[in-house]
């Protein structure tokens, strides 16, 4: 075993888990390729769980850190933060809700916590709908909102938390109906479930199920939700951690996809924007973000070195479309996968938009889900030179693709036959 890895396991968490049988040091990288401890090359289609936004070492976030590095590299709330409201500005204007508020925080759970302050605080109960098969952080109440049980690991909660169905298309009571009697069975049933409970503060969803396997329900499901929910004021708070900043391609933000409703009453933002310093953060309508009547602070959310990062990383992605980029190359490597698939048994379904891609793997023949072939392909790619991730609620059998939004055609096709040859390897 490497000293680095014995080290590990000797110091930090055993439910902090890693992938490989031997664990990767990553050491460098350059847009979307990375390097390890040894020396060899990687493909990067995970962007250390879709954070790595734009691409590894961009000049422009790297030029802006060590500029602001060298001026201030944090000040606190108390004082007046320049990139700081900058940032907060683009972002409530691109978020699409009207007289939006911005938090900033650390990390997408400290984000949505302060949802779920602001939500319970707002509407005056503890009582909140979550989706199966969700993820939405690891604080003591976001997994309090976790309906995957494999991310959930106690049962104690601040909230009460019901479980909606329509999160995932392709398994459930419903997934044999058409999408419109799927749309109309989940609505049923949130409308029964409401029928025996005080009304919730509001209803969280992510667009698209990052850690549960890039699952989705069928476009439209949460306006018509939302519709149900609206009829006693129930908060809509859509959680684009991961669906986030044009990575799904056709839109800009995962909740586009069900944009009949409008916004939602909240969003909560992590992972990208920041191609990897640490920012999270809530937008919601002011009445709501100004609910809170005592103070609530984040003494590092916002600070001037993760904002300038933010702002340099933002800019770049709008400058050169990387959301069209998303929808152009993901299209290309999703049909390219289909293909792929339709020639393997063990693969129940390819699935995702833009350039969030999940491949779900059973035991051939059934509908089983299949770990271990997960675990296997995991290997072979990183083997063929290509990184990848896994998820899913259904035993962690869905490879994750979500390279950097900067993916070029030509790498789009390399890694596509890197993880054909890594999936014949495991069928
Ligand atoms: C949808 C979603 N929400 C929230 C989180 C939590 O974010 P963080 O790990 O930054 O706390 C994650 C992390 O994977 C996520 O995928």
Known sequence: MNDLFARHRQVLPDWLALYYDEPLEITHGEGRHVWDADGNRYLDFFGGILTTMTAHALPE????????????????????NRPM?????????????PDARVFFTTSGTEANDTALLLATTYRRTNTILAMR???????????????????????????????????????????????RDFIAACVDDLR?????????????????????????????????FRKVLQEQGILWIADEVQTGWGRTGEHF??????????????????????????????????????CLDSNSISTFGGTQITMAAGLANLSYLLEHDLQGNARRVGGLLIERLRAVAAQLPGVRE???????????????????????????????????????????GHNTSALRIAPPLSLTVAEAEEGAAILEQALRSAY
Do not use: C
């Open 133 to 179: 098969n969700s993820y939405h952080g690891r604080s003591f109440s976001s997994v309090g909102i976790t309906g995957n049980k494999g991310w959930s690991p106690t049962s104690l909660s601040p909230l009460q938390t019901l479980y909606v169905h329509g999160g995932v298309r392709t398994r459930g009571p419903f997934a044999e109906l058409n999408d």
């Open 61 to 80: 976030v790297t030029k802006a850190v060590s500029e602001q590095a060298g001026r201030i590299i944090h000040s606190s709330t108390l004082y007046l």
């Open 253 to 290: 933000w995962g909740w586009q996809a069900h944009g009949q409703s409008g916004p939602p009453d909240i969003l909560t933002f992590a992972k990208g924007i920041g191609n990897g310093s640490s920012i999270g953060g809530v937008v919601a309508r002011s009445e709501i973000m100004n």
């Open 85 to 97: 409201v900058e940032l907060a500005e683009r972002i409530a204007q691109l978020s699409g809700i």
């Open 192 to 224: 029964d479930l409401l029928g025996h409970t005080r009304a919730p503060a509001a209803l969280i969803a992510e667009p698209i199920q990052g850690v549960g396997g890039f699952t989705s329900p069928p476009d439209g499901l949460y306006a018509a």
């Open 350 to 392: 390819v699935r995702g938009r833009g350039l969030m891609i999940g491949i779900e793997l059973v035991k051939p023949g059934t509908d089983e889900a299949d770990p271990k072939s997960a675990s296997a392909v995991l290997e072979a790619a990183r083997e063929g030179g290509l990184l990848i991730g896994k998820g899913g």
